[in-house]
């Protein structure tokens, strides 16, 4: 027998659950990409998209993955040769200096391992010792999906300013927009990086880059940028195809419509506050399981756990056995542990990560909570009791 018929749930970070509104949204045959609707909403909705970002600069829109969106924040403001200062916090900090040291740059690397947020102290030495300001860009990681560490910007900000440095602050929010706080103006941050398939609930092909003036600065002193990555006419254009380097990603457009119209119908503060009061359910849930077993959150301290996604250690083969009761059983899927030990090392079993972010409410989280703590107890896995009582308190207090 499976008690898996029925819908399925994807509890990963991304991609994320996808409205009913987005789907019905995109389905629909080809738009005209002359005139019309589609050419018509794009005011609107690059100014609901900056609304998210809290942003009153520039937005673009590639079609691409994050990755994608790592490699134009980089060609439209560091020069082969330049350096940047990357302070990791897990699998995504490096990647992002994987991409910088590709197109020719220079990657000072400040690693905090797989389970602290950046070390502002540290950060605030490094850039000190830059006395000839060969640091062009600081690339911070607002939320490390791999490890779920949640950085602090505007800490990262007030090191740059006491270092009184003028390398430009970069963000990925890939993770965490629309799902953590984040307020890129106010913060200070010169360029945020985000893509369509976390908490913007929209399916994989979106990159999204944001802006401010003294980015577009660097920009207008690179000699130069390849037309594709170019954010100068995505961020003004005078034509629609400008928007997109050539045809429009038509049906992610509509879909993203859809999905700034509920984001902006919940408002981003309620959207933050329905995050953080789901990710503490489910940290109550996991540190109960941890008192009478090997389940630990990857982050101990709550103030640096992102509420997007919740990274998991179980020790193996818990780890890889627990996904895969929950999903043949359950029919929810969680995410694999990433970066945490190599693929082909038995000790990859012993992680998995929940993801919350985006298109979530609290029977998802508490089915899936659920789920979990059956595979526990079906798996003999060793856990404390009472779980499900410690999640439930905290949605009943909300
Ligand atoms: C998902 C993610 C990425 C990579 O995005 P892709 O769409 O897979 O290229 C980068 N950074 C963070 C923080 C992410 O969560």
């Known amino acids: 027998m499976t008690l898996s018929n029925g819908r399925p749930y994807l509890a990963i ?29 794009m005011p609107a909705l690059m100014g609901d998209l900056k609304r998210v970002a809290r942003t009153e ?32 916090t897990g699998r995504f900090g490096h990647g992002w200096a994987e991409i910088a040291r590709t197109l020719g740059v220079q990657v000072d690397l400040l690693d905090f391992g797989k389970r602290a947020p950046v070390d502002v102290d540290r950060l605030e030495q490094a850039l000190r010792a830059d006395t000839g300001h060969k640091i062009k860009a600081v690339l911070a990681t607002h939320v490390d999906t791999s490890s779920s560490v949640l950085n602090d910007i505007p800490a990262i900000r007030a090191a740059m300013d006491a270092a009184g440095h003028p390398a430009l602050l970069m963000a990925d929010c890939i993770a965490s927009l629309a799902c953590d706080r984040f307020e890129m103006d106010a913060w200070g941050v010169d360029v945020m990086v985000a893509a369509s398939q ?6 994989p092909g979106l990159g999204f880059v944001f802006f401010n003036d003294k980015a577009a600065q660097a ?47 919940e408002g981003m503060p309620a959207i933050w506050a329905r995050h953080d009061c789901l990710a503490r359910a489910i940290w109550a849930a996991c540190e109960v399981w941890g008192q009478g077993g090997p389940l630990e959150l990857n982050v ?4 640096h756990r992102s509420r997007a996604v919740t990274a998991l250690r179980i020790g ?4 890889s056995d627990l996904r895969r ?18 693929p082909g090392d038995p ?45 439930t308190a905290v949605i009943a207090e909300a």
């Open 325 to 342: 009761w929950v999903q043949d059983k359950a029919g929810v899927t969680l995410g694999i542990g990433l970066g945490m030990a190599e």
């Open 316 to 319: 193996a083969p818990h780890g």
């Open 198 to 203: 976390k908490g913007l609930m929209v399916p």
């Open 347 to 391: 000790a990859w079993h012993g992680f998995f990560r929940m993801g919350h972010m985006g298109h979530v409410n609290a029977h998802m989280v508490l089915g899936m909570l659920a789920a979990v703590q059956a595979g526990l107890t079906a798996l003999d896995i060793p856990h404390g009791t009472g779980a499900l009582q410690a999640a």
């Open 300 to 303: 101990a301290d709550p103030v």
């Open 13 to 41: 970070p991304g991609p994320s659950v996808m409205p009913e509104a987005v789907l019905r949204a995109m389905h629909r045959g080809a738009p005209n990409i002359y005139e019309g609707e589609l050419i018509d909403m």
């Open 219 to 265: 920009r207008a002193g690179l000699a130069r940028v390849s037309h594709y990555w170019d954010w100068t006419a995505r961020a003004n254009p005078d034509l629609f195809y400008q928007y997109f380097g050539g045809t429009a990603p038509t049906h992610h457009l509509y879909g993203l419509r859809a999905a700034l119209d509920m984001i902006h119908g």
């Open 57 to 88: 600069h520039h937005a673009t829109i590639y079609i691409s993955n994050g990755h994608g969106a790592w490699e134009a924040a980089l060609a439209n403001t560091i020069a082969p040769g330049d350096t940047v200062l990357v302070p990791a």
